[in-house]
């Protein structure tokens, strides 16, 4: 009887084990080396997703971006990854260890969600989800447009797009179509 139950200590401990294991997110350098090791070999660039399970906007830019309409259009140029911040309570073993600050180290501090940026294919910044305007004391303030779906900003994707890829005039103006949809 002893040894049954330390059988059944040691299973309970090993399924424990890999549930834990299951459930611990990869750190958000290692996503981001990964994606651009990938990007390097591919010679792309990558779409780094800031997101969280909870952020219905972010549902609607993976849909747009995973849209039959224009997903060959965004895997011919990009190795896209995600990196989950801010989750709810209950579920911040989702989050990659480390994502909050490399959002904050990609100018995403306190911009919201989804927030996306554009790197090149050694990893530089080359864009954010950020239209930044001049303010009246001579700053300038970015905001985020997260995932593009009124008219400006869907003006300011493509514009990233056109800079950021080969895309012709029509592959834009579909991807323009399908993210025109997530203001519905």
């Known amino acids: 009887m002893r040894s049954m139950r330390f059988s059944i200590f040691i299973l309970a401990m090993v399924v424990s084990f890999n549930l ?27 779409l780094l997703m800031f997101h969280a399970s909870w952020c219905g906007w972010c549902h609607k830019m993976d849909n747009a971006l995973n849209d039959i309409s224009c997903k060959k259009y965004f895997d011919d140029n990009f190795v896209i990854t995600h990196i989950t911040v801010l989750e709810s309570k209950g579920k911040q073993n989702l989050e990659n260890p480390g994502g909050l600050e490399m959002m904050e180290k990609f100018n995403g501090k306190e911009q919201g969600l989804p927030y996306w940026v554009i790197l090149d294919k050694d990893g530089y910044l080359l864009f954010d989800s950020q239209v930044r305007k001049p303010q009246a004391d001579g700053s300038i303030k970015g905001q985020n447009v997260g995932c593009p779906a009124s008219q ?4 300011h994707f493509i514009s990233i797009l056109k800079k950021t890829t080969s895309l012709n005039a029509a592959e834009l103006a579909t991807i323009a179509k399908r993210f025109r949809l997530n203001e519905q």
């Open 152 to 155: 400006p900003e869907v003006d």
């Open 20 to 46: 834990d294991a299951q459930t611990t997110a990869a750190p958000a350098s290692i996503v981001l080396e990964k994606a651009v090791t990938e990007a390097t070999v591919k010679n792309k660039k990558v």
